[in-house]
């Protein structure tokens, strides 16, 4: 059996993570044996890590309390208004908020109550095209895949072998080919929550989703969307203009298939 991406892969000691841990996933992951530690450690280092380390996804994990992998916080700048204040890191966790021991005299102005406020700023999403977005989107949709292909259980090299996801895969794993674009939009906020009674009776918060569509071109999409934030790719070929026209003649709905779930208002959740 062999990896996904590379189609060698001699060492299959990890599971894999279709979107990495330090974004909050711990319930969508492919069992070991699917990709192989050589990929998985291509992935970490060249794709993910510098996704993650965006000005967005960091500011979006800090102010969202989402843990890195190793469960530890994720530091961002805020700023104190205090002509003594300024611009310092701090952590944020469900308590509050933690700042450097360095940082002294902000704590003392915090002590004395001369600062009673701190601003968080809210960095808009990633400015499409970017070839980091666009290779990640690109190894999770194969992954995405092999999620729904295979589940729990084995594959066979079939899977490997299918010449319509060559191109993706080769685009994913070594950067190979032309850019591969991809849609990006929001489609709720971070705040949205949801509500299924089949799931739960209380209103809840999605960090992340993902589905696939069909256009009647019969073209195939992979759709994720991370906070609020849709992200949409091919598999088969570079281009997403049949994507637009799906949206144009579906209204602009998202492709997200939601079954008994349905949007609540913020308040909603307040009420519970």
Not at 204 to 228: A, K, N, R, W
Request: proline residues 7%; charged residues 25%.
């Amino acid at each position: 059996m062999a990896c996904i991406f590379c189609r060698k892969g001699t060492g299959f000691k990890t599971v894999e993570h279709i979107i990495p841990e330090s974004l909050g996933n711990v319930d969508h992951v492919l069992p070991k044996g699917v990709v192989c530690d050589a990929c998985n450690n291509y992935f970490a280092v060249k794709v993910e890590k510098p996704l993650l380390e965006m000005p967005y996804f960091i500011n979006l994990r800090q102010r969202n309390v989402i843990r890195s992998k190793k469960r530890r916080l994720v530091p961002d700048k805020v700023l104190f208004p205090h002509p003594k204040g300024g611009w310092v890191d701090a952590w944020i966790d469900e308590q509050g908020f933690i700042l450097r021991s360095e940082d002294t005299e902000i704590i003392e102005l915090l002590k004395e109550g001369k600062i009673k406020s701190m601003m968080i700023p809210t960095i808009p999403e990633v400015i499409y095209p970017n070839p980091v977005v666009s290779r990640f989107l690109a190894k999770t949709a194969l992954e995405m895949v092999a999620y729904y292909t295979f589940g729990e259980g084995p594959y066979t090299d079939d899977f490997i072998d299918q010449n319509n996801l060559h191109p993706l895969r080769e685009y994913a794993r070594y950067g190979i080919g032309p850019f591969w674009p991809y849609h990006q939009r929001r489609i709720y906020t971070e705040d949205d929550c949801f509500m299924n009674t089949d799931i739960q009776p209380t209103p809840y918060e999605i960090l992340h989703e993902f589905d696939f569509l069909m256009t009647d071109l019969e073209h195939v999409y992979s759709v994720m969307v991370i906070m609020g934030v849709e992200y949409v790719i091919r598999l088969s070929s570079p281009e997403i203009d049949s994507y637009h026209q799906w949206l144009g003649a579906n209204e602009g709905r998202s492709p997200i298939r939601r079954g008994k779930e349905y949007m609540v208002s913020k308040d909603s959740k307040k009420d519970q």
